[in-house]
Structures are given as C-alpha cells and as structure tokens.
C-alpha cells in the first residue's frame, strides 16, 4: 500500500469513526426506552466488541511495533486496561443490591461513561492530528523529492 493509499484509507477511517459513533449515540437514546434486561444485553454486547476491537488493536501493534510510535503503543495499553478496569468494576458492583449502593454504582457508571466519551473525543482529535501531520509529512517529502529529481 502507497502512502498516499494509507492517507486515503486513513481518512476513511475516520468517517467510519464517525458513522460509529453516530451507531453509539443512536443505540444510547434508544436504550432509554428500553427494559433493563435489553440494555443489559446490549451493554454486555457492547463491551465484547470493544473487548475485540481493544484485542486486534492490541494484536496489529504489536504486529507493526516498529511503525507505532511509542506514545501510540502506551496510549492504546492505557485503553485495554482502562476497558478491563471499568468492566471488572461493573461486575463486581453488579452483584450488590441494596438502593443506596445501587444509586452509587449508577453514579459510578455515569461518571465513567461520560469519562469514556471524553476519553473518545481526545482520541479522535489526537488522530485528526496524526492525520494531517501524515499528510504534512506526505507533501514535504513529495516536494524535496520533487526539486531534487
């Protein structure tokens, strides 16, 4: 794959993002009238994707370790055991019962949830930035090898 195909499929990289996301916001209003049972069923589905999509990630890093930069390799091991932090939590905190903790353990969840939108949002910036320094980097060596060919 050419760069200039890397840079075309990394700009169709972030509009299946932002499809996904669109999916996400979707998914998370319909949820709110839905019985508990689905949304549990759809949370569950949920983490097993990210769970997936962490794993490959985690796997393609490790596969092309010398074209990641360091800062991206921490960055995505921060996320796998973020991910897995959070879903321990929920499975521990699953199994009380009593109101009160079960209003702390939605706090907790909200507060999480929102931390992971955020979390997101610097993410998809962090990669707008990577992509326009990739095509940066593109038209600066296409030009030096352009006046010196």
């Known amino acids: ?42 949370a569950a589905e949920a983490r097993k994707a990210a769970q997936e999509h962490a794993d490959e990630l985690r796997e393609t890093a490790a596969a092309t370790e010398a074209d990641v930069s360091a800062s991206w390799s921490n960055l995505q091991e921060s996320l796998a055991e973020h991910v897995t932090e959070v879903r321990q939590k929920l499975d521990t905190k699953k199994a009380e019962h009593d109101a009160n903790r079960a209003e702390h353990r939605a706090d907790d969840a909200e507060a999480d949830a929102l931390f992971a939108i955020e979390y997101a949002y610097v993410t998809v910036e962090a990669a707008e930035s990577a992509v326009l320094d990739a095509i940066s980097a593109r038209i600066e060596a296409d030009e030096l090898v352009g006046a010196s060919g």
């Open 1 to 42: 794959m050419t760069t200039s195909e890397k840079l075309m499929s990394a700009s169709d990289k972030l509009a299946q993002l932002s499809g996904r996301a669109k999916q996400a916001e979707d998914r998370a209003a319909a949820a709110r009238q839905q019985a508990k049972s689905e949304v549990d069923a759809s």
